[in-house]
Nanobody, 114 residues
Framework: QVQLVESGGGLVQAGGSLRLSCVASRSIFFRFNTVGWYRQAPGKQRELVATITSGGTTNYADSVKGRFTISRDNANNTVYLQMNSLKPEDTAVYYC???????WGQGTQVTVSL
């Protein structure tokens, strides 16, 4: 059974926006879990982008503060990452992680062109 499914990635021009979604299986008690978005660019280490707790407390990497927003809809077992003012350096595969259970999604590609 696939437990986390990401969607919303794609190709966008610099300055544009995308919204990523991470939908959890009903077998996961997602509403109680801290969830993170990570990204990995070619040849680079995977890095933490943003986290959100069960209570809605958020944290962001300095590189995305003011541009990205993480949110959650517990009724639908979904966590979002709204990405605005995208830059070419945001190009990466983006991953959702259920931190409580150490479960990773498959990743979704985000490519920002010049």
């Amino acid at each position: 059974q696939v437990q986390l499914v990401e969607s919303g990635g794609g190709l966008v021009q610099a300055g544009g926006s995308l919204r990523l979604s991470c939908v959890a299986s009903r077998s996961i008690f997602f509403r109680f879990n801290t969830v993170g978005w990570y990204r990995q660019a070619p040849g680079k280490q995977r890095e933490l982008v943003a986290t959100i707790t069960s209570g809605g407390t958020t944290n962001y990497a300095d590189s995305v503060k003011g541009r990205f927003t993480i949110s959650r809809d517990n009724a639908n077992n979904t966590v979002y990452l709204q990405m605005n003012s995208l830059k070419p350096e945001d190009t990466a595969v983006y991953y959702c992680r259920d931190i409580r259970n150490s479960i990773w999604g498959q990743g979704t590609q985000v490519t920002v062109s010049l």
